[in-house]
């Protein structure tokens, strides 16, 4: 979860008027926990009574997705969401498809299957992502308690 502070400096930072629309969808954005979507955005603003438009929560998620203090992921289900990011090092998400918690790893021994994967296809690989999905502890304690 990021803090307010980082996501308003961040939108003021880059060159933009921080207009109060960008700064109640900071705020907005900071009080997600998990990943979220623009429509979870949308509905945290209505309930602080700030309103935005869609047009400014989608303008300004590419921008902090361009800051590399969002990152978009796309959901088994198909639907695109967001997680709150460390702008600094590259890292991948692991994120639970139940409650959208996400924890940020490294590359974990990726290098050398990066580099097999240069070999098999002669390609020159400068970048990648990877999305990993499933059930973190948490959900995972829930579901055994469920089914005792
Ligand atoms: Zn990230
Ligand atoms: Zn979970
Ligand atoms: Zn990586």
Known sequence: MSKPNALISALGGAGKRLTAARRAV???IAEQDGHF???DVLAASR???RVVGRATVFRSLELLAD???VERV???SGDHAYVACEPDAHHHHVVCSTCGRSVEVGELGLGPILGRIEASTGF???SHRLEVFGQCPDCQADAQHRSA
């Open 37 to 39: 979507t623009a429509e």
């Open 74 to 76: 796309d959901l088994p």
């Open 26 to 28: 900071a705020e907005a």
């Open 124 to 126: 020159v690989i400068d």
């Open 67 to 69: 800051l590399h203090l």
């Open 47 to 49: 309930s602080r009574r």
